[in-house]
């Protein structure tokens, strides 16, 4: 149980372009989704915080305008990356979590590669 | 704010040797601490964690961890590696302000020698 997907796994865009990731839970109901960044030999860098039906809640230094986050069902959010440039190419990888509070558990996806060129 | 040390960024090791991935952390109450495993261009996997009870805490793999107070700290060990071992390990805090937000370290890299 708890599975998590990510779609692509690999992606390659075009300076200018946007590119959207999804993240989907597959055998249970996502109340909070996670977004995090990770970079060659760093650590996980947290994104955004998603909860279903609401805006999501960005960490300081994360353009909202630029890492645009939608968390339409218990099951889906996407990640859009308006206007990529190269410094954006990374690792993106989402979580999930079928709590609101009172756990920190959550379940992670296998992560996208976005290499912008 | 939280905050998770894990000050070794490389490990090796010969297979079948015993290993112990420290982590340190800083949290002003009893804190929920985990530790992930990452392979190669993988997401993160769930080893254990530590939410209250017995200090000593069983995982997956043959990992444990044993969570110390009075040191702050939350060090994996495992008996015996195996070369599929061979990963980045995470050690994570479960940050304040609620939301299950969780504060990772920077990561170790383990790399077994056969």
């Known amino acids: 149980g708890a599975v998590v997907s990510q779609h692509p796994s690999r992606v390659i865009c075009k300076s200018g372009t946007s590119v959207k990731i999804e993240c989907r839970s597959l055998?249970?109901?996502?109340?909070?989704m996670f977004w995090y960044r990770q970079f060659p030999k760093k650590s996980l860098m947290l994104m955004a915080t998603?909860?279903?039906?609401?805006?999501?809640?960005?960490e300081q230094g994360v353009e909202k305008d630029k890492f645009l986050i939608n968390h339409a069902s218990l099951t889906l959010s996407t990640l859009t990356v308006t206007s990529a440039h190269p410094e954006d190419s990374s690792f993106y990888i989402c979580?999930?979590?079928?709590?609101?509070?009172?756990?920190?558990?959550?379940?992670f996806g296998p992560g996208t590669r976005l290499t912008v060129t | 704010a939280q905050s998770v040390t894990q000050p070794d960024i490389h490990i090796t090791v010969s297979e079948g040797a015993s290993l112990e991935l420290r982590c340190n952390y800083s949290?002003?109450?009893?804190?929920?601490l985990f530790w992930y495993v990452q392979s190669p261009g993988q997401g993160l996997q769930l080893l254990l964690k530590?939410?209250?009870?017995?200090?000593l805490v069983q995982g997956i793999k043959g990992f444990e961890a044993e969570f110390k107070r009075s040191q702050s700290s939350f060090n994996l060990r495992k008996p015996s590696v195996h070369w599929s071992d061979a990963a980045e390990y995470f050690c994570?805090?479960?940050?304040?302000?609620?939301?299950?937000?969780?504060?990772f370290g920077t990561g170790t890299q383990l790399k077994v020698e056969l």
């Open positions: 979580s999930a979590s079928p709590w609101t509070s009172g756990s920190y558990e959550q379940y």
């Open positions: 055998d249970f109901q996502a109340t909070t």
């Open positions: 998603s909860n279903e039906g609401s805006k999501a809640t960005y």
């Open positions: 949290y002003g109450a009893t804190p929920y």
């Open positions: 530590y939410f209250s009870g017995d200090t």
């Open positions: 994570a805090v479960g940050a304040t302000g609620g939301g299950n937000k969780l504060t």
